[in-house]
Every structure is written in structure tokens, then in C-alpha cells.
Nanobody, 118 residues
Framework: QVQLVESGGGLVQPGGSLRLSCAAS????????MGWYRQAPGKQRELVAGITNGGDTNYADSVKGRFAISRDNAKNTVYLQMDSLKSEDTAVYYC????????????WGQGTQVTVSS
């Protein structure tokens, strides 16, 4: 089993920055992807950014140039640096850990609220 604990969410003004962290513990398969999803009220959950254990990344078009995902494999932790935040970034952000090799290897964090408002 795997547990994911997110931190770093909160209230920030437009144009501000936040850094989200997600620490994984338990049975971590070394070949994995960690990512951040978000879900705003009335919206579908969407992928924000993902990063493989090897460091390959992908981003939603809406956050390219503003957000940066990174990971520390030694700590089993993934980060999301969010800059130039906009009101439309307001959502619950969820950390996810999964592997493309094993369909049953799929874990989610509890979510952390990010609110961008003046």
C-alpha cells in the first residue's frame, strides 16, 4: 500500500506563487510516474503536470510556462512550483502515483485546496 500526503496549498493573490509538495510512503515501485491533478467546482478532474522517475515531464497547456514539476526520488516526493497564479487556477489539487506497467498500481492523495483570489 502507498500513502500520499500533500502540503503547501492555501490562499494566494493573483500573480502570487505557491509550492505544493507530495510525499509518498509505503511500497513504492521505482518505475513510476507522479503527477498533479486539479478539480475546480463543477469541473472534471484534469492533469496539471506529470513527471516520470527518469525526469520526463508533461504539462497541461494552461499551465505551461507558469508551473514546474520536479521530484526527489530519494525522498519519494514530488513538487509543483506554481508561479503567476490566476483565479482560474483555483481548485483542489491532488497528487497521484502510478505505473504504466501495473494497472492496479494507482494511488491518490487526499487533495489540498489552492485558492487564488484578491
Amino acid at each position: 500500500q502507498v500513502q500520499l500526503v500533500e502540503s503547501g496549498g492555501g490562499l494566494v493573490q493573483p500573480g502570487g506563487s505557491l509550492r505544493l509538495s507530495c510525499a509518498a510512503s509505503g511500497s513504492i515501485f521505482s518505475v513510476n510516474t507522479m503527477g498533479w491533478y486539479r478539480q475546480a467546482p463543477g469541473k472534471q478532474r484534469e492533469l496539471v503536470a506529470g513527471i516520470t522517475n527518469g525526469g520526463d515531464t508533461n504539462y497541461a497547456d494552461s499551465v505551461k510556462g507558469r508551473f514546474a514539476i520536479s521530484r526527489d526520488n530519494a525522498k519519494n516526493t514530488v513538487y509543483l512550483q506554481m508561479d503567476s497564479l490566476k483565479s482560474e487556477d483555483t481548485a483542489v489539487y491532488y497528487c497521484r502515483l502510478w505505473s504504466t506497467y501495473f494497472r492496479n498500481y494507482n494511488y491518490w492523495g487526499q487533495g489540498t485546496q489552492v485558492t487564488v483570489s484578491s
